[in-house]
């Protein structure tokens, strides 16, 4: 039998599906090349753009691999040469966690610190510069980091102590610090303890409060002038809002997109969709924004989100991965290039699927 693979589908413009090709795209899965599904322990998707794509890995050897746009350095690989296979990151040897934003990139390293490499406009490499970086830095001033996260042009990590910390870009709020400054090293979001998860997306932020399950809460804070906030607002928060309404069930699951945001709500493993719906990306059926929390209709025992540009993916208990959204460049997986304002079965040919990942603001997917 063969060794599973793990795989990709979508945009592949910028390289970013990783199977060898600048195919335009893939409307079904592909294989990306070299990588063992074995091997691989998480996976992260990166993008500024539909067609500008890129992808890490993070293996059992705890290095990281990357494949895709590079303009920026974020494939970590000392070059600004796009790649359409995967190849190492340098000096990185014990990851734990992997982040991918638009055109940046975190890993989390066993020691509770994170270091940072790609675009650095904004300062979202956290190393008090705003010089872009083709090889990992560290995020200076950051201990004790359990989880970490990649917006758009910011970057987000929770602390062992649950605090969450920002820096990077801040002109609609997303470092949640009260201010509209950017910043180049990491600080305190106000007024946030006991997180237990955390999101990004491409201007705005969701965290889980309280272990997932039972009694957790969902907050957010930042750009919000499709209703990603989920306050019933389309005022953007410069500091963390309750998204309502809290759910009897608690959260287990939280995912945020280019403008929408997901959670998983524990009682019935539903999904909760809310923000921009300009695609169906919020598979409610309708293409209506929505300023609070709707049902996806169709879909139980949901386990894993993930968001992209303008489209979602799901995995169900049963390793079934559905799709919904925008689907231009195949996207959705399900061998077709028509948008879908619900979810539809993905067509990966994988058993056993137990990560999936779709950037914050590009056009592809992943699954392992």
């Known amino acids: 039998m063969a060794e599973k693979r793990l795989k990709s589908w979508g945009n592949n413009r910028s390289g970013q599906l990783g199977d060898g090709t600048w195919a335009d795209l893939r409307t079904t899965a592909t294989t990306v090349l070299g990588l063992t599904s074995a091997e691989v ?4 998707a990166g993008g500024a753009g539909a067609s500008l794509g890129y992808g890490l890995a993070l293996l ?101 102590d649950g605090t969450v910390w920002a820096w990077g870009y801040n002109g609609n709020g997303q470092l949640g610090d009260g201010t509209s400054s950017s910043r ?39 750009y919000n002038a499709t209703g990603q906030l989920g306050d019933n607002t389309t005022i953007n928060r410069f500091t ?29 493993s539903r999904l ?34 993930a968001a992209g540009r303008e489209h979602t993916v799901a995995l169900s208990g049963t390793s079934t991965v559905h799709s919904w959204g925008s689907n231009g460049s195949g996207q959705l997986g399900d061998g077709t290039t028509t948008d879908s304002s619900t979810p539809v079965p993905t067509l990966t040919a994988l058993t056993g699927i137990d990560k999936i990942a779709a950037p914050v603001g590009g056009d592809f997917s992943l699954a392992n």
Do not use: Y
């Open 41 to 44: 322990v998480k996976i992260a």
């Open 60 to 160: 059992t050897d705890r290095t990281v691999q990357s494949w895709g746009v590079n303009g920026s350095g974020q494939l970590g690989d000392g070059t600004v040469f796009s790649h359409n296979a995967p190849g190492r990151v340098v000096d990185v040897s014990d990851a734990t966690d992997i982040a991918a934003g638009g055109a940046h990139s975190l890993a989390l390293l066993a020691d509770g610190t994170v270091v940072a490499w790609g675009q650095n406009t904004h300062g979202q490499l956290g190393n008090g510069t705003n010089s872009d970086s083709g090889v990992p830095v560290r995020v200076e001033g950051l201990h004790k980091v359990v989880a970490i996260a990649a917006g758009l042009h910011h970057s987000l990590a929770l602390r062992e």
């Open 184 to 222: 180049g090293l990491p600080a305190p979001v106000s007024g946030l303890t006991g997180v237990s998860r955390i999101a990004a997306g491409a201007g705005h932020n969701l965290v889980l409060v309280g272990k997932p399950g039972a009694g957790a809460s969902v907050k957010a804070w930042g």
């Open 240 to 268: 963390p809002v309750a998204t309502r309404p809290t759910w009897s069930g608690g959260v287990s699951q939280i995912a945020a997109g280019c403008n929408h945001s997901m959670a998983v709500v524990d009682d019935d």
């Open 272 to 305: 909760k969709a809310w923000g921009q719906n300009t695609a169906g990306q919020l598979g409610d059926g309708t293409t209506v924004f929505r300023v609070l929390p709707v049902t996806v209709p169709g879909l139980t025992d949901v386990r894993l989100v």
